[in-house]
T-cell receptor, first 115, second 114 residues
Framework: AAGVIQSPRHLIKEKRETATLKCYPI?????VYWYQQGPGQDPQFLIS???????DKGSIPDRFSAQQFSDYHSELNMSSLELGDSALYFC??????????????FGPGTRLTVT | GNSVTQMEGPVTLSEEAFLTINCTYT??????LFWYVQYPGEGLQLLLK?????DKGSNKGFEATYRKETTSFHLEKGSVQVSDSAVYFC?????????????FGTGTRLLVSP
């Protein structure tokens, strides 16, 4: 079965540089979520999109922006990178299921290292 | 706000031992509850879920029951294997937002030795 695809899997950037992370959801999933997982920490919700519109926003810094495109893939753009942005970034996708919940399926993550 | 509290790890067990990882939650409304597993170097995999009180989620020998009266969703397995070594995250979906973002606990690392 098709899974969530994220690219790149690893990314090394320097401070103050810009990074773009991409996410390709499971086919026919209409909702995409982004989470950030710092070293040894739990994933923290950043932002989500439903049908190409932002649906919810969490603890996402103003330096970050994201969007969902017409083919439902999503991109997380990160500018003025800081050392503290080093983390594993997960994308998840879901659709509204028969049980009345959004069951989220996660991609393998992009490991961003800022030096 | 909504939150999830898990027992701290690491939990160290011998193969075939019984596993319990405690999880309690605080939520407004009636969240759905999940256990996710993260193997080294990999992403999060949904292990099991429960959507309402007294539901039991089960998968691969793991079980957890949604206990509304104690606001708990403890993960159990009767006989662990070395291959179960991973980090386990308890999570709830925030039903206050239409798209139900997940709120995670801090994770519990399980180490199973032969």
């Amino acid at each position: 079965a098709a899974g969530v695809i994220q690219s790149p899997r690893h990314l090394i950037k320097e401070k103050r540089e810009t990074a773009t992370l991409k996410c390709y959801p499971i086919p026919r999933h209409d909702t995409v979520y982004w989470y950030q997982q710092g070293p040894g920490q739990d994933p923290q919700f950043l932002i989500s999109f439903y049908e190409k519109m932002q649906s919810d926003k969490g603890s996402i810094p103003d330096r970050f922006s994201a969007q969902q495109f017409s083919d439902y893939h999503s991109e997380l753009n990160m500018s003025s990178l800081e050392l503290g942005d080093s983390a594993l970034y997960f994308c998840a996708s879901s659709s509204f299921g028969s049980e009345g919940i959004y069951e989220q399926y996660f991609g393998p993550g992009t490991r961003l290292t800022v030096t | 706000g909504n939150s999830v509290t898990q027992m701290e790890g690491p939990v160290t067990l011998s193969e075939e031992a019984f596993l319990t990882i405690n999880c309690t939650y605080t939520a407004t409304g009636y969240p759905s509850l999940f256990w996710y597993v993260q193997y080294p170097g990999e992403g999060l995999q949904l292990l099991l879920k429960a959507t309402k009180a007294d539901d039991k989620g089960s998968n691969k020998g793991f079980e957890a029951t949604y206990r509304k009266e104690t606001t708990s969703f403890h993960l159990e397995k009767g006989s662990v294997q070395v291959s179960d070594s991973a980090v386990y995250f308890c999570a709830l979906s925030d039903m206050n937002t239409g798209f139900q973002k997940l709120v995670f606990g801090t994770g519990t690392r399980l180490l199973v030795s032969p």
